[in-house]
């Protein structure tokens, strides 16, 4: 029931962190995110925060959970 409403607040996520979401469920780490976006890792923990918050995910083993339908970040 809780996963159902993550699809609303999805789209409350700006671009980057739509592209951080994929990156984290990819499996990269951050250091690695701010390299491959040329971001500071702060930048990167900015945006990683902000999603959580906004995705209501409380740890971050939710983020490699798949939690939303496939090719949603198509």
Partial sequence: IK???????????T???????KMLAEG????EIACDLNLSVKTVEAHKFNLMRKLD???K????M???PDGIFM
């Fill in 61 to 64: 083993a939710q983020l490699w």
């Fill in 3 to 13: 996963s159902a409403n993550r699809l609303p607040r999805f789209a409350t996520l």
């Fill in 57 to 59: 995910i409380h740890n």
């Fill in 15 to 21: 671009t980057r962190e739509r592209e951080v979401l």
């Fill in 66 to 68: 798949p939690r939303v």
């Fill in 28 to 31: 990269q780490s951050v250091k």
